[in-house]
C-alpha cells in the first residue's frame, strides 16, 4: 500500500479552509476535496504489509509528544510538483519531534524517506501552471492536534483519495492552577 502519516485537521477546519480557497482563489483546474486535506508528517511510499506491522509496533512505542497547535498562516507554491499550499510561518517543537520520531521508525524498518527538509503545509490545489497571485485574504487557520493518522493513499477514477487506517493519539497537556 502506498502510504504516509499525516494530521487532519477537524471537519469544520476543512470546511473553513475551503471557503477561504474558493474565495481567494476561484479557479484551479485541481483543487484539493476538503476530505483530503491533511499535513503530512512523513511520507512513506509504498509499504508492504511485513513492514506496515513493524511500523505500526514501532510506533506505539514513542515517547511521549503532548497534542500542539497547528497555524496555516501563509501561502505558498512549488513550481515543480505545480502545487499550492497553506503553510506554517512557525511549527511547534512538538510537531517537529513528531516528524522526527516518525522518520526515524520509518528508517529503521528499511523505508527511504525524502532526503529533504519538513515543511508544514496542507496542499490547496495540484496542477497549477503558474504561481497565483497572492491571496487577497490572508490565512489563518490553527486547530489542535490530538492525534495523529496512517494514511493510505487510493488511486481510482475520480482522482486520490486518502483513507485513515490507524489512528494514534497525542499526550494531553495538562494546566494545573494553584489556589
Known sequence: MRAFFGLSPDVNTKLAIQAWRNKAFPHFNA??????????????GQVSP????????????????HTFDISLNQVGYWSKPKALWLGCKETQKEHLQLVKNL?????????QLPKQDYIAHLTLARKCS??????LIEPAFTWRN?????????SGNKGVSYHIRHTWPLA??????TV
Open 50 to 65: 511485513k513492514q506496515l506491522d513493524a511500523l505500526c509496533e514501532a510506533v506505539e512505542h514513542i515517547s511521549e509528544i
Open 31 to 44: 483543487p484539493v476535496p476538503a476530505a483530503n486535506f491533511h499535513v503530512t508528517l512523513a511520507f512513506l
Open 146 to 154: 490530538a492525534e495523529f493518522h496512517l494514511y493510505e493513499s487510493v
Open 130 to 135: 503558474v504561481n497565483p497571485p497572492a491571496a
Open 103 to 111: 522518520s526515524q521508525i520509518a528508517n529503521s524498518i528499511g523505508l
Open 172 to 177: 494531553k497537556l495538562f494546566a494545573f492552577r
